[in-house]
Structure formats: structure tokens, C-alpha cells
């Protein structure tokens, strides 16, 4: 599975963006889908994830702001970030886990939140 995200770029605190990633390759055995981020001398997180039922989950300091949503029929997945902060700068991946508890990554959309 490849995977390009899309939609990062620099925007106030308060206001909002759209995360895209875009799914090609044997998307049929996606089983899970989800948003991480890492943030400059810090470990990778996840954000944000979508079961293949729908189910969602967030990290505690997103909830509320941030929704996680996907097209299987366009295979992308999204996330609507809303009241951004100047924590949430990160560079931002999405994933999908596929049979075997495979990861595959895209290659990340820097999201700076300015104060």
C-alpha cells in the first residue's frame, strides 16, 4: 500500500486545516487507518484512528478538535483539525495496517501552528 498525504501548511492558532492521505495499491486488505504526528526531539504519537467498523479514537488533547473521517470508496482518509494550537506543530503521517499487523506510512505533511 502507498500512501501521500496532503494539506499541511502554516495557520494561526484558532484556526483549522484539512488533512488528506490518498490510498493506492492493495488497499482491499486495509484493516485499520490512522493519523500520527512528531513533533521536533519528540517521539512519534497517534492522533487519531478509524477502525474498518468506523470505530474512532482519539488522543486526549485532540478530542473535540480533531475528526477523523474516510471515503473507502475513494480510499482516503482524512482529518479536520479544528482550533489548532501551537502544540499541534508537528509533522503529520497517516498509516494503514493492513493483514499481519503491517504498517505502511506516507511521507508526512508539516503542520505549524503559529501563536
Known amino acids: 500500500v502507498q500512501l501521500q498525504a496532503s494539506g499541511g501548511g502554516l495557520v494561526q492558532a484558532g484556526g483549522s486545516l484539512r488533512l488528506s492521505c490518498a490510498a493506492s495499491?492493495?488497499?482491499?486488505?486495509?484493516?485499520?487507518r490512522a493519523w500520527f504526528r512528531q513533533a521536533p526531539g519528540q517521539e512519534r504519537e497517534s492522533v487519531a484512528r478509524?477502525?474498518?467498523?468506523?470505530?474512532?479514537n482519539y488522543l486526549d488533547s485532540v478530542k473535540g478538535r480533531f475528526s477523523i473521517s474516510r471515503d473507502v470508496r475513494k480510499n482516503a482518509l482524512y482529518l479536520q483539525m479544528n482550533n489548532l494550537k501551537p502544540e499541534d506543530t508537528a509533522v503529520y503521517y497517516c498509516s494503514v495496517r493492513t493483514a499481519g499487523s503491517v504498517d505502511h506510512w506516507g511521507q508526512g505533511t508539516l503542520v505549524t501552528v503559529s501563536s
Open positions: 478509524i477502525s474498518g467498523g468506523g470505530v474512532t
Open positions: 495499491g492493495r488497499t482491499s486488505g486495509i484493516i485499520s
